[in-house]
């Protein structure tokens, strides 16, 4: 029987990238041959489900307990109950932030409500957008340490083939942003490890993730 690892993906408000992290995440999970979910807390009109739907067509995937991963992407209001529940069941919960001080504020108010909920599930603030040679990247672990939770070792830089990603999938992305999310999807694969009732091991999906950037 598998033992599904769920991922929560969550941010107090929009316009930090969180459905694109999820999309990026499924697909990477996808080609290292994972069986993976993903869940729309804004329903069918969400952004993930739209995208879905663009790049696989309208087949409805049933919901059984077959996947390996299921991920939950989380609507951009920690009031709203899909976000609760999401974190509630979490193995594993992700908040996504930028390097905007702004958007850092509201990434501290998440962590606070993560812990509050689930204080038994891996945390990690993962950085999205990062604009490698701006200024607020090169402070990104000044603001780091100004977080209650740890941070994913891989962040995600602004790539313009991850906005067409959301449309296309896989196929829209170029070697350099295939292999960043593969580093990301292992990043967040290690974690697995420190999570209770998962049977993921690291050392088994890296060579897996491996293999496949080798193969493209």
Known sequence: MIVPMNIAVVSKKGGVGK?????????ALR?????????????????????????????????TNDFEFHIWDTPPSL?????ATSVLTANIVLV?????????????????????????AVLRVVFNKVQKGRVLARHVEEHAKKLSAPTLPIQLTTREYYKHAIAQGWDA??????????????????????????????PEEA?????VDEED
């Open 19 to 27: 459905s694109e992290v999820c999309l990026l995440l499924h697909e």
């Open 31 to 63: 080609q290292a041959k994972k069986t993976v979910r993903v869940h729309d807390g804004n329903g069918e009109q969400g952004t993930i489900s739209k995208s879905l739907r663009s790049i696989y067509g309208t087949q409805v995937i049933p919901i």
């Open 79 to 83: 009031e709203h109950t899909a976000t």
């Open 96 to 120: 996504i932030t930028s390097t905007e001080p702004a958007d850092i504020w509201e990434a501290e108010d998440t962590i606070k409500f993560v812990l509050q909920k689930n204080p038994k």
């Open 173 to 202: 992305l170029d070697h350099a942003a295939r292999q960043e999310t593969l580093e990301f999807a292992l990043a967040v694969l290690s974690l697995g490890t420190a999570s209770a009732g998962t049977t993921t091991t690291a």
């Open 207 to 211: 060579i897996q993730l491996v293999q």
